[in-house]
Antibody
Framework: EVQLVESGGGLVQPGGSLRLSCAAS????????MSWVRQAPGKGLEWVSL???????YYADSVKGRFTISRHSSENTLYLQMNNLRPEDTAVYFC?????????????WGQGTLVTVSS | QSVLTQPPSVSGAPGQRVTISCSGS?????????VHWYQQLPGTAPKLLIY???NRPSGVPDRFSGSKSGTSPSLAITGLQAEDEADYYC???????????FGTGTKVTVL
């Protein structure tokens, strides 16, 4: 059974940093496309970042240059390093697995971890 | 930065049929990329409901269906049930972003 468990969220001051983790089981992170998606309080879903199985990474314009997606093969874990955080980054952050063919949607999601950026 | 547009809300009585539209642009839906739909119940993570325009993952009731007529995808719920009250999002790939885009979301209310 595929399972994704996020951790690392919390309260951080503007300009601060956090690293989110997404521990995976039931599949191999490095063999799949993985993404981070966020949802601000009371708002819709926003795609944040993508890492392909080959290692290429992509980011939404709103986080480019501040966030870094990565993975650790031996730990089967996905990460999101978030630097220079802004109040508008406040959201629940979900990690999501893309279907194995790479084109059939986000077929598994974690429960999310809340990041609050406030002084 | 939602670039797919959905109606903010739709409603219907139990047993009725409702549809949700999803409008994009030439860099996503108009470019021929598939559309996927997600259901998000209150306080939970999204769940894949329809993939590749009109396919249901295992376990999704057949009262949910997707279509993509030309460049106008839509989600239909027939035989609306109280448990279908949720937010629904469409999603596709966007070449200008080299990433994914979500719709603005539609809240379905069962009257």
């Amino acid at each position: 059974e595929v399972q994704l468990v996020e951790s690392g969220g919390g309260l951080v001051q503007p300009g601060g940093s956090l690293r989110l983790s997404c521990a995976a089981s039931g599949f191999t992170v490095s063999n799949n496309y993985m993404s981070w998606v966020r949802q601000a309080p009371g708002k819709g879903l926003e795609w944040v970042s993508l890492i392909y199985s080959g290692g290429s990474t992509y980011y939404a314009d709103s986080v480019k240059g501040r966030f870094t997606i990565s993975r650790h093969s031996s730990e089967n874990t996905l990460y999101l390093q978030m630097n220079n955080l802004r109040p508008e980054d406040t959201a629940v952050y979900f990690c999501a697995k893309i279907a194995e063919d790479g084109w059939s949607g986000f077929d598994s999601w974690g429960q999310g971890t809340l990041v609050t950026v406030s002084s | 930065q939602s670039v797919l547009t959905q109606p903010p809300s739709v409603s219907g009585a139990p047993g009725q049929r409702v549809t949700i539209s999803c409008s994009g642009s030439s860099s996503n839906i108009g470019a021929g990329y598939d559309v996927h739909w997600y259901q998000q119940l209150p306080g939970t993570a999204p769940k894949l409901l329809i993939y590749n325009n009109n396919n249901r993952p295992s376990g999704v009731p057949d009262r949910f269906s997707g279509s993509k007529s030309g460049t106008s995808p839509s989600l239909a719920i027939t035989g609306l049930q109280a448990e279908d009250e949720a937010d629904y999002y469409c999603q596709s790939y966007d070449t200008s972003l080299s990433g994914y885009v979500f719709g603005t979301g539609t809240k379905v209310t069962v009257l």
